[in-house]
Every structure is written in C-alpha cells, then in structure tokens.
C-alpha cells in the first residue's frame, strides 16, 4: 500500500523524529560516549539499531518518503526515541495510524484547577465536569445542593450512572426516570465507544452491570444516543420542581464533558436562585 499522506505532513514527521533524535545523547540511553560528534544528539543509525528497524528505512522516515509504517514499527522508534505518552500520540497523528483518545483521568489536579473557575462563574446555573464515563470530576455550588450534597458521596462512588441506578433517593429527583435511565445508558455507551477496552470505562460498566439488573439489560440493547441538548425535569430536595435544559460540550483532547443546567421557565430560575443562595449559605 502507497503512504498517500500528503508531503508537508511526512516532512514534519520527519521534522518530529529528528528533533527527538538530537535532543538525547549517547550517555542518555546507555551507549558509550565517542568523542566530539558533529551533529547534536543520537546518530541514525543509533536510533534504528535500538528501535531494531533498518537504518535506510529509518533514514527515509525522517526524510519524509513516502514508505509505510505499522503500529509495532513506530512505537518501537518511539520507545527507542524516549518518547512520552503526548509525544508517542502526536507520533501516531502524524503517521496517519489509527489514534486512540487518551484515557481520561478522573481526578486530575490540572484539569480541575482549570475548570473550576468556569464552573463556578457559571452560577446560579448548575453545572459539572464529568468523564464520558459519567464520573464526576468538578462542579460548582448549585450542582453540589442539586440531588443532594455531593461532597459528602465518596470520591470513588461520585458517578451519575452509579448513583441513578443504585441510590433510589437519587433516582426519585427524576420526574421521568425511566426515560433518563433509557437514554443515560445508550449516551454512555456512545460516549466510551471504543474506549471500553481502558480500565476507566471498563471499570464502571462492570460495577453497573454487577449492581444494577436494569443497567445491565439496557446496556445488552446497544442502543446509542449522542445528543448534547435535552430538558429534564428534576425535583430539588430544598428548592421544588425544576424545569431544566441540559447543554454539554466537550473537551477534544481528554473527553470530558462539561453540562450546564439553564432554566427552561420562569420559576426555575428563581428556584435556581434559591438554591445558590442555600449553598452559598451551607459554606
């Protein structure tokens, strides 16, 4: 098969590999030292004896020529490169090979850090950052009060699937349960697509199917739903019925989702109101 990916692009998989390539030295990666080299870093022929491919194959990669490359080949250049995770997926990107999206951490300090203050400005409109697995990552003070108090629910158990479909107090906030329950599971399912094989996705969709019959038999249907606009009505424990738009957007690199919850009528919004006024109180 022909490399049929357009010139500039192999030149700057070729621009990619050098730089890594000149960047480490000898010492580095466990060769002896030579002397005075007249190019900085590892020499080609180096980088292909330790990645175990043929130095003019090698050659031609970074010279930008049109040849083929697999999974195996490339990742083992770049493990001979010492390539970090986001280097080895640029790698991939680059290469035209199949690009698997990073697993999602679901407490990552740096995330949160730069998403909270976008949540918290979002008030009185709940709103929360979730893993595509529905795993609660952040949220500001009206979501915390929303179904009850999130703080006090274990970091581990801080999941909306999990706590839909195994907590019946959270449940009956729902005024449409079984609906909610229908499309959760066929959003989750086209939300993790592929990613089931990652321990994150993999790990909540057993702990449903273990704890839960009716997750287990939705999830059989294989339904999918993909849809970032809907309005659900939900009942507040301190604040009554709330009539509200759910609106989702996505982050392209980890997959998160961010939901604000907007008023659909008047007096949502001022029972949203209420409810920031009592969270804002209960700190």
Same mark, same amino acid.
């Given at each position: 098969?022909?490399?049929?990916?357009?010139?500039?692009?192999?030149?700057?998989?070729?621009?990619?590999?050098?730089?890594?390539?000149?960047?480490?030295?000898?010492?580095?990666?466990?060769?002896?030292?030579?002397?005075?080299?007249?190019?900085?870093?590892?020499?080609?022929?180096?980088?292909?004896?330790?990645?175990?491919?043929?130095?003019?194959?090698?050659?031609?990669?970074?010279?930008?020529?049109?040849?083929?490359?697999?999974?195996?080949?490339?990742?083992?250049?770049?493990?001979?490169?010492?390539?970090?995770?986001?280097? !080895?997926?640029?790698?991939?990107?680059?290469?035209?090979?199949?690009?698997?999206?990073?697993?999602?951490?679901?407490?990552?300090?740096?995330?949160?850090?730069?998403?909270?203050?976008?949540?918290? !400005?979002?008030?009185?409109?709940?709103?929360?950052?979730?893993?595509?697995?529905?795993?609660?990552?952040?949220?500001?003070?009206?979501?915390?009060?929303?179904?009850?108090?999130?703080?006090?629910?274990?970091?581990?158990?801080?999941?909306?699937?999990?706590?839909?479909?195994?907590?019946?107090?959270?449940?009956?906030?729902?005024?449409?349960?079984?609906?909610?329950?229908?499309?959760?599971?066929?959003?989750?399912?086209?939300?993790?697509?592929?990613?089931?094989?990652?321990?994150?996705?993999?790990?909540?969709?057993?702990?449903?199917?273990?704890?839960?019959?009716?997750?287990?038999?939705?999830?059989?249907?294989?339904?999918?739903?993909?849809?970032?606009?809907?309005? !659900?009505?939900?009942?507040?424990?301190?604040?009554?019925?709330?009539?509200? !738009?759910?609106?989702?957007?996505?982050?392209?690199?980890?997959?998160?989702?961010?939901?604000?919850?907007?008023?659909?009528?008047?007096?949502?919004?001022?029972?949203?109101?209420?409810?920031?006024?009592?969270?804002?109180?209960?700190?």
């Amino acid at each position: 098969m022909t490399d049929v990916r357009p010139p500039a692009i192999r030149r700057e998989l070729g621009d990619f590999l050098r730089t890594r390539r000149e960047r480490l030295t000898p010492e580095q990666v466990g060769l002896p030292a030579t002397g005075r080299r007249r190019t900085p870093g590892l020499r080609r022929e180096e980088v292909a004896v330790m990645a175990g491919v043929g130095v003019t194959w090698y050659t031609w990669l970074e010279q930008g020529r049109p040849i083929n490359v697999s999974m195996q080949v490339l990742m083992a250049v770049g493990r001979a490169l010492r390539l970090d995770d986001t280097e !080895k997926w640029h790698l991939q990107r680059l290469a035209g090979l199949p690009l698997p999206p990073p697993e999602p951490s679901v407490h990552d300090p740096a995330l949160v850090a730069a998403f909270q203050p976008v949540l918290d !400005k979002l008030e009185p409109f709940p709103t929360c950052l979730q893993t595509p697995q529905f795993d609660l990552v952040a949220y500001n003070r009206a979501y915390r009060f929303l179904f009850t108090d999130m703080d006090m629910i274990p970091a581990e158990e801080r999941n909306c699937a999990v706590q839909f479909f195994t907590d019946p107090d959270w449940r009956s906030r729902y005024v449409d349960d079984d609906i909610v329950a229908t499309r959760m599971v066929a959003g989750m399912r086209a939300a993790v697509g592929t990613d089931l094989h990652t321990s994150a996705a993999a790990a909540t969709v057993e702990k449903l199917r273990e704890r839960s019959d009716e997750f287990a038999r939705l999830w059989s249907r294989h339904d999918i739903l993909l849809q970032d606009y809907e309005t !659900k009505r939900l009942n507040s424990p301190l604040v009554g019925l709330l009539h509200l !738009k759910f609106v989702s957007t996505h982050t392209s690199d980890t997959g998160h989702r961010m939901t604000v919850m907007t008023p659909a009528d008047n007096a949502t919004s001022q029972r949203l109101t209420r409810l920031t006024e009592f969270a804002a109180n209960a700190e």
